[in-house]
C-alpha cells in the first residue's frame, strides 16, 4: 500500500486546512489514522477511523475541531481542520492498518505516508 498525503500548508490561527491521504497499490479494508509530529516531539495520534466509518478516535486536543472521514471508493482519507491553533503546528501524516479497526496506537500502522506540514502562525 501506498500513502500519498497532501493539503498541509501555512495558515493563520483560526483558520482552515483540509488534508488528504489517497492509498495506490495493493489497498484493502483497513483502519486509517492521521498522525503528527512537531519538532523535538514524539509522534502523536490525532484521529483515527476504522474502514466502515462507524468508530473513530480523536485526540482529546482536537476534539470538535477537526473531522475524520474516508471515502473507500476514491481510497481517499481526509482530515478537515478548523479553529486551526499555533500548537497544532507539526507534519501531519496518514497510516493504515492491516486489518479493519481502527487504533490509536501508531505502532500498529504498518503503513505510512510522507508527512506534509502544517504551519499556523499566531
Known amino acids: 500500500v501506498q500513502l500519498q498525503a497532501s493539503g498541509g500548508g501555512l495558515v493563520q490561527a483560526g483558520g482552515s486546512l483540509r488534508l488528504s491521504c489517497a492509498a495506490s497499490?495493493?489497498?484493502?479494508?483497513?483502519?486509517m489514522g492521521w498522525f503528527r509530529q512537531a519538532p523535538g516531539e514524539e509522534r502523536e495520534v490525532v484521529a483515527a477511523?476504522?474502514?466502515?466509518?462507524?468508530?473513530?478516535y480523536y485526540a482529546d486536543s482536537v476534539k470538535g475541531r477537526f473531522a475524520i472521514s474516508r471515502d473507500n471508493a476514491k481510497n481517499t482519507l481526509y482530515l478537515q481542520m478548523n479553529s486551526l491553533k499555533p500548537e497544532d503546528t507539526a507534519d501531519y501524516y496518514c497510516?493504515?492498518?492491516?486489518?479493519?479497526?481502527?487504533?490509536?496506537?501508531?505502532?500498529?500502522?504498518?503503513?505510512w505516508g510522507q508527512g506534509t506540514q502544517v504551519t499556523v502562525s499566531s
Open positions: 497499490g495493493r489497498t484493502f479494508r483497513n483502519g
Open positions: 497510516a493504515a492498518r492491516s486489518i479493519a479497526t481502527m487504533s490509536p496506537n501508531h505502532n500498529e500502522y504498518p503503513y
Open positions: 477511523i476504522s474502514w466502515s466509518t462507524l468508530s473513530t
